[in-house]
């Protein structure tokens, strides 16, 4: 018997098959994007509005990934876009070989976008890196302008914070430049896009993102 | 559950380093868990007791959890303290522009293997 010292990463697994996924998914220009968030933070609504503004300029498809319900993937349905229910098990994240079997089910077009709607919560799905090449994560603005102080590991490692329920404003005491200020000092290089997905409002600034991140994937190789 | 997603990982990434490293058999797993990690250690415990039977080469170990303690950052003073003990308010300067540095982790420290 011998003592090796190893200093890795629990799931270190976990992100060698990340890796993995990503390099397939880019050989076939599939832009995977984890969109996570708090329950009810407006996941589905952004996805769905961002697929009606995008029609006709991208194809998107969406994985909804949920404890057990089949709500979410239903409402994407009837906007005429293609989506998978995922049923995480009880599990609070998805990992990625959760993902990379969702999308083999799924059988993802080339040259698409394509959403995983992660579990609704802050904590988990941070921690594991599913395949995607974009963390995007959302923050609506009646969960308080704190919560990157509460869940620092999300602001972290997301590349894209929406801030949405924008047209809520009047209502709650949001202090956008102090939520803005919080997920900054954490994260200097996140892009910020404050959104109403019910309005409109800001949606189109994020869409433009969208589309860039794309274009810089398929020049890649 | 929290744990499970972990362990399962865990179990996986011990694998790739049998089979990197050469190894049969894996007698001890010392994991390093932050304070604030979430992970509950008795259900984390039955969760591996579980699942290293799925494994060969894990099936007879131990594991061993070592807590790393959690520390929190004040933006305002940029002071750091016990986390555990002042929870969200910096005690230095009351500030509440604070956040996690360290508590949050699961790593591997080292395995007793052949
Ligand atoms: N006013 C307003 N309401 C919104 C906006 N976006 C979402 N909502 C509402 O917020 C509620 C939750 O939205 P969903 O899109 O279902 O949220 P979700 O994050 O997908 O929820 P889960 O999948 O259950 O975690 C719904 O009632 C939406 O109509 C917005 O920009 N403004
Ligand atoms: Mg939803
Ligand atoms: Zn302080």
Redesign the interface.
Known sequence: ??????????????D?DAEELRRKLQARDVLLINLMSAAGSGKTTLISRTIRDLEGKASIGVMEADLASEVDAEAIEALGARSIQVHTG????M?ASMTRQSLEAFGAESGSIVFLENVGNL??PAE?DTGAHLKVMILSLPEGD?K???Y??MFAESDALIITKMDAAPYFDFDLEAAKR?AL??NPSIKIFPVSAKTGEGMGEWEEWLMSRKKELMRKH | ??E???I???A??L???ARE?GLTNI?RVT?QVGEVS?IMTDLFEDCWNYFKKKHPVLSESRLVLETIPAVTYC?SCEKTYETVKYG?ECPYCHS?????VQG???????????
């Open positions: 018997m011998k003592v090796i010292e190893l200093n890795k990463k629990a799931t270190a697994a976990n060698r009880g599990c609070c994240h990992d904590i988990c594991f704190d990157p102080l509460k620092p590991l919080r000092a954490l | 559950m929290h499970m997603g972990i399962i990982n865990l996986e990434t694998d790739d380093t490293e007698a994991l979430g933006s969200r509440g522009e604070t956040w996690l949050n982790e699961c790593v591997i420290k080292e395995i007793e293997a052949e």
